[in-house]
């Protein structure tokens, strides 16, 4: 059993697509950050860094927090959504491209473009540009593949649902997803999984999947 501390973020997310798809059980604990409810001395037990997601395995009593951390560990652990050989290495090169970059400047995309637009022109020039700057990379990386890593095409991998959720929220970062057509058609087949429709609305529902 997982105790799995998240809020309706793109990072909550990662983690309840991920433990629906394995359909391995936990127990949801809201962590409102709008209320912040991150800096309660409960949670910096298990996330000193103030920040969701965080799991607890009851089992072993591992605690992680860092949403790529947990997701390697759960697909390790239970040997699935990974690829083998240099494959391997394809997917974690992409996780670390979604933790290091696609996350942290999408992030501030949604400050500067979504919550405080126009208090700094400079801030939505370098973010805006920024995540058009991904989108291409990433749609540049499909061309001819269905999912991130793994040969002859591709297979769903943590690196999928690390990325996804981020592109789930295209419209907050002014993004057509039909300028990045493998983009869309990536983010599209993905969005049919039930797993993926499930985790979404993982600790409440807030709207459905967003449609390009
Ligand atoms: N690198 C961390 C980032 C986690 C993160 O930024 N979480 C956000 C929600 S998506 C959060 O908890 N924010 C609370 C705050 O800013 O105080 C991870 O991938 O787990």
Request: hydrophobic share 35%; with cysteine.
């Given at each position: ?13 990662k ?110 020039k ?30 769903y ?34 969005a ?21």
């Amino acid at each position: 059993m997982i105790d799995l501390y998240t809020w309706t973020t793109p990072n909550g997310r990662k983690i309840s697509i991920l433990l629906e798809e394995l359909g391995v059980p936990y127990k949801v604990h809201p962590i409102d950050i709008t209320r912040n409810e991150q800096f309660s001395p409960e949670f910096l037990k298990i996330a000193p860094n103030n920040r969701i997601p965080a799991i607890v395995e009851r089992e072993t009593g591992i605690q992680l927090m860092e949403s790529g951390a947990i997701m390697i560990y759960l697909s390790e652990k239970h040997g699935r959504f990974q690829c083998e050989g240099i494959e391997y290495w394809r997917m974690i090169e992409w996780l670390m491209w979604q933790m290091g970059g696609l996350g942290p400047m999408l992030g501030q995309t949604h400050h500067f473009l979504r919550y405080n637009k126009g208090k700094s022109s400079y801030a939505e020039k370098r973010y805006g540009d920024e995540t058009q700057r991904l989108y291409a990379v990433l749609n540049t990386h499909l061309d001819e593949r269905d999912y991130i890593a793994g040969s002859n095409g591709g297979t769903y991998t943590i690196a999928d649902m690390a990325c996804w959720p981020w592109v789930s929220r295209f419209e907050w970062q002014q993004i057509d997803l039909n300028t990045f057509p493998n983009v869309r058609d990536w983010y599209l087949q993905i969005a049919e999984r039930p797993a993926v429709q499930v985790g979404y609305s993982v600790p409440k529902f807030t709207t459905d999947i967003p449609m390009p």
